[in-house]
């Protein structure tokens, strides 16, 4: 089913007369902005596109699916698969919730979150050169839940939350086989982060771009390591709201608040084409109601043309909501991608965003587009000079799915109010209540690392709140869509 009819916000409002991403076709036959075009496709989380921006590579919990975007009016599944791993003996896999592509190699991963249940772990491997016919070549089992990956020049980096050292873990997929060839954790830098509860320094998410590794390590921050040797992973620099002073000291309870609330974590991390500009953004929520400010996580901008001296430039505020709080409407940063100056963002009910970063200091907002009771954003992803493409959880009544939009600067007709919708929350879940309060954010100086071997040892309190903090926190536990 085709929702263009049902989403469309309007005419009548011209397109705004600032030059955008790209001054295309595409504005000339539309008045306002609004989707291309939509696809129904149950189950989406986190979708890629290739370097053609023809074809979008959707996670739909139970597996993938690949999206023939080459006409953005009418995208079309090509195909899917799913079950994941269904012939596995402790197949299926679940909560599929991030796939990533490299050349004519796609990975899957999962779960992204422990299961009550025993499941398969790890991550499979497909050659996708024909994306209607996708192949597995491999699949690499693991001891633990994957939450999000990366997949650059063969080396596949899983987030992997054990509760003790939440490492990243670098495995070789090429060939037809798989091997783990390296790990690395901020626990093996300086050991103190290993008494911060774990549910601060969750491994949430990472980025590769060139020899560097970039490491989404929640209250703990952003890290950056050289992986030029995929082998000997080595520390660079790392920065962020806190230190691991303002961390190890907390309690479960100040803990377990801290990691939900603003300012935020670093949840998701990605860098421009020359790495010189990184954006760290929170997803977060208001836990301090009483101070009359219900904003919610947003994005920094970083200048790292020196790694080793970073300096916070700006901050990208998110959408306004009439509530804060994670029983509320919900427009806390979710992943986004850089392309040349542009910013393409995700706010889950917030919608969908793109900035001009040419002046990183004073980002410049082009586009908006939500619509909260019908799309929930969880990525925003560049197709071509015409369009970029962008992943939905869904609405309270209408399916998840994948849709595109102009890439141009312009206006929504007649945008909806981000209204409050009460969600209930998991039984796997923990609500919180207190804050703590939060430093600016500022870079830490480089520290001396020091080695550890070792794996294994436990943190007191890493279960359901850990979980939460390093799966991409309440959006699963709240909306999950009945997974386990």
Same mark, same amino acid.
């Given at each position: 089913?085709?929702?263009?009819?049902?989403?469309?916000?309007?005419?009548g409002v011209a397109a705004l007369s600032v030059a955008g991403p790209t001054a295309s076709a595409t504005a000339g036959r539309q008045s306002a902005f609004e989707p291309l075009g939509v696809l129904d496709l149950d189950g989406t989380k986190e979708v890629v596109v290739d370097?053609?921006?023809?074809?979008?590579?959707?996670?739909?919990?139970?597996?993938?699916?690949?999206?023939?975007?080459?006409?953005?009016?009418?995208?079309?599944?090509?195909?899917?698969?799913?079950?994941?791993?269904?012939?596995?003996?402790?197949?299926?896999?679940?909560?599929?919730?991030?796939?990533?592509?490299? $050349?004519?190699?796609?990975?899957?991963?999962?779960?992204?979150?422990?299961?009550?249940?025993?499941?398969?772990?790890?991550?499979?491997?497909? !050659?996708?050169?024909?994306?209607? !016919?996708?192949?597995? @070549?491999?699949? +690499?089992?693991?001891?633990?839940?994957?939450? #999000?990956?990366?997949?650059?020049?063969?080396?596949?980096?899983?987030?992997?939350?054990?509760?003790?050292?939440?490492?990243?873990?670098?495995?070789?997929? @090429? $060939?037809?086989?798989?091997?783990?060839?390296?790990?690395?954790?901020?626990?093996?830098?300086?050991?103190? %982060?290993?008494?911060?509860?774990?549910?601060?320094?969750?491994? +949430?998410?990472?980025?590769?771009?060139?020899?560097?590794?970039?490491?989404?390590?929640?209250?703990?921050? @952003? %890290?950056l390591v050289d992986v030029s040797d995929p082998a000997?992973?080595?520390?660079?620099?790392?920065?962020? +709201?806190?230190?691991?002073?303002?961390?190890?000291?907390?309690?479960?309870?100040?803990?377990?608040?801290?990691?939900?609330?603003?300012?935020? #974590?670093? +949840?998701?991390?990605?860098? #421009?084409?020359?790495?010189?500009?990184?954006?760290?953004?929170?997803?977060?929520?208001?836990?301090?109601?009483?101070?009359? !400010?219900?904003?919610?996580?947003g994005i920094d901008l970083w200048d790292i043309s020196d790694p080793t001296n970073p300096e916070k430039l700006s901050f990208i505020a998110p959408p306004p909501t009439p509530d804060g709080t994670r029983q509320g409407t919900w427009t806390t940063s979710h992943n986004f991608e850089f392309h040349g100056e542009h910013l393409y963002t995700s706010w889950y009910q917030g919608g969908v965003k793109i900035h001009d970063v040419s002046d990183p200091a004073n980002p410049e907002e082009l586009a908006w587009w939500r619509q909260p009771e019908a799309a929930r954003f969880w990525t925003a992803q560049y197709a071509t000079e015409e369009t970029f493409v962008a992943g939905s959880m869904g609405g309270q009544t209408y399916p998840a799915g994948v849709y595109t939009f102009p890439n141009r600067a312009g206006e929504q007709a007649d945008p909806p109010e981000l209204r409050t919708t009460t969600v209930a929350t998991s039984t796997e879940t923990q609500t919180t209540a207190g804050t703590t309060t939060a430093p600016t954010a500022t870079a830490t100086g480089t520290e001396t690392p020091t080695t550890d071997a070792e794996s294994g040892g436990g943190v007191p309190g890493f279960g359901a709140l850990a979980a939460l903090a390093g799966a991409s926190a309440a959006a699963l536990a709240a909306w999950r869509r009945g997974d386990e």
């Open positions: 089913m085709r929702r263009r009819d049902v989403l469309r916000a309007g005419a370097d053609a921006g023809e074809t979008a590579y959707a996670a739909t919990t139970d597996g993938f699916a690949t999206v023939d975007v080459s006409d953005p009016a009418d995208p079309e599944q090509l195909a899917g698969v799913a079950p994941l791993l269904e012939d596995h003996e402790n197949g299926p896999m679940r909560m599929v919730y991030d796939v990533k592509l490299d $050349g004519d190699t796609l990975i899957a991963v999962g779960p992204a979150n422990p299961t009550r249940t025993e499941s398969v772990q790890g991550v499979a491997v497909f !050659d996708v050169s024909d994306p209607a !016919d996708p192949q597995r @070549t491999a699949f +690499h089992e693991t001891a633990f839940p994957i939450h #999000n990956a990366y997949l650059a020049d063969g080396i596949a980096y899983l987030t992997a939350n054990d509760g003790a050292k939440n490492p990243v873990v670098l495995v070789d997929v @090429t $060939g037809g086989t798989t091997e783990e060839v390296g790990r690395w954790s901020n626990v093996d830098v300086d050991e103190r %982060w290993r008494d911060v509860y774990a549910g601060l320094r969750s491994c +949430h998410d990472v980025y590769v771009h060139g020899d560097t590794l970039y490491v989404a390590y929640w209250d703990a921050g @952003t %890290w000997s992973p080595e520390y660079v620099t790392h920065f962020g +709201h806190y230190s691991v002073e303002d961390l190890r000291d907390l309690s479960a309870g100040a803990a377990g608040a801290e990691s939900l609330s603003v300012p935020g #974590n670093a +949840h998701y991390v990605a860098v #421009n084409d020359d790495a010189s500009l990184l954006a760290s953004g929170a997803e977060a929520w208001d836990v301090e109601t009483d101070d009359g !400010d219900p904003g919610q996580g």
